[in-house]
């Protein structure tokens, strides 16, 4: 028994499908344009009038090209590629992208397959289908116009600036990157940092590229690179880019060239560990230096006093001075070297700065220059309510104490006064010893804090000019600064600052 799907159509059959092919014909998607030999329009389908604002009517037998004025381009796009002359189902869908032209001038953006028939009698008739592509084509330019924005927006930046998707390849390198790195956007694109550096800071690259983008968070690392003048120093923020469900599906990294930074931040440190070297070194030597010193020195006072005891009478006046010279010069070595002690001292016996009440500190002081106080009939005011600073109690006793005395001792006319004040500032408290004495002349207010530097003989004013240079380096330590404000003649005033974070790094809490 014949399957009667497979029978031979009749002529009823035919009509059936002619008919239902016409309905089929009227509903598709795309316009349907039957052109002849001659270009000229032979059939069109409902869709072509909507699409192109023509009535059915209007189109029969107008040239095609009044719709679709680069046909003739298509034509021999489809002819070249091949497929014009090839069997139906090659070329069935692979449309030209062409811009067609609408009743009303404007223009739309249309995909045109072409499909030849050929007809009995050697008859041709080509079927155009023409699908509506303008709103892709839109969005497609607005997505491109993006991209450039983008681009010329990377471009301009001086720093390096690029884009990685999830697994390290590279989706946007701007103009500094593609410089650095000697290659073209084109061939960055698509690459892993180990397809373009070397595999040790490749490594270092991605670990960095996972952490932020496992963590989710913005980091900034210290990332080297060789650039045409050797190694350079980065500081590379990278950050992930989220979807909008929050998933981190790329990162950004924006690198800033630090090297001279760097190098600068290094030589300082380098300096600044030299310079604490060498006053270690230096605060050893003398502490060394004073200390072995006084030995010997004890033994030629000790034996210019005997010989002045046992043989000062064989001596004539002349020879009793000398020995009195030799003493008196022992006497102030021995003064100068307990000096260098003190001082020395400062760096290397210093206490944990702790909590330290100033009202205690300076009455203390007072307490031990009473008798001085008393013999130059001073008049000394304290600031009530002193603050708590942050402190090597005895060492600032000390600072208040040498210039609570240099105010005594500097007087001028009595009676003496001295104040001590102090103001409360952001970071720090400032004291302030003022006196109603001598003064000091402006050249010399730099001068005075430095060892040994007095600006007066022994015999007007005793002393051995290691007074201030101890304070000044009991205030550095604990990160201050010192300074001295002076009209000449009518008196001084040293001020100092302690920060209210303790300095040298220790908290003493
Ligand atoms: P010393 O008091 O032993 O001379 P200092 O280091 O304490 O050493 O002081 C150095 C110099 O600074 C003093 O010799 C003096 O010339 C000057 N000086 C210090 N304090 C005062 C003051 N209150 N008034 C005037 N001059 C002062």
Sequence with gaps: MPDPDLATPTAVHLQQFEAQFKQLFEAAPDAVLVSDQTGRIVLVNAMVSRMFGYDPGELIGAPIEALVPERKRATHVADRAGYYHEPRS??????????????????????ISLVPMELEEGTRLVVSAVRDISDRK?????????????????????????????????????????????????????????????????????????????????????EAAVGDDGERIYLSSKFPLRDAGGQSYALCGILTDITDRKHMEEALERQARDLERSNAELEQFAYVASHDLQEPLRMVASYAQLLARRYGGQLDDDGKDFIEFMVDGARRMQDLINALLA??????????????????????????????????DAEITVAKDMPTVNADTTQLGQVFQNLVSNALKFHAAPPPRVDISFQRLDS?????????????????????????????????????????????KIIERHGGRIWVESTPGQGSAFHFTIPLRAGEGQSGQ
């Design 138 to 222: 839109r969005a497609e330019r607005a997505l491109r116009e993006r991209e450039e924005l983008l681009s010329a927006l990377l471009d301009s930046s001086p720093a390096v600036i690029y884009i990685k998707d999830a697994t390290g390849r590279y989706l946007k390198a701007n103009r500094r990157f593609q410089e650095l790195v000697h290659l073209d956007s084109g061939t960055i694109v698509g690459k892993t940092d180990r397809e373009l550096f070397n595999p040790a800071r490749a490594a270092v690259f991605s670990l960095h590229d996972r952490e932020v983008l496992s963590t989710g968070e913005a980091r900034e690392f210290d």
């Design 428 to 472: 720090e408290v400032e004291f302030v010893v003022r006196d109603n004495g001598i003064g000091i002349e402006p050249q010399y207010a730099e001068r005075i804090f430095l060892l040994f530097q007095r600006l007066h003989t022994k015999q007007d004013y005793p002393g051995t000019g290691i007074g201030l240079a101890i304070c000044k």
């Design 343 to 376: 001082f020395s001292r400062v760096g290397t016996r210093g206490k944990p700065l702790v909590a330290t009440d100033i009202n205690a500190v300076v009455s203390d002081v007072l307490a031990n220059l009473q008798t001085a106080i008393n013999e130059a």
């Design 90 to 111: 090659r070329y069935m869908g692979q449309g030209i992208e062409l811009s067609a032209l609408r009743k009303d001038g404007t223009e739309i953006d249309v995909e």
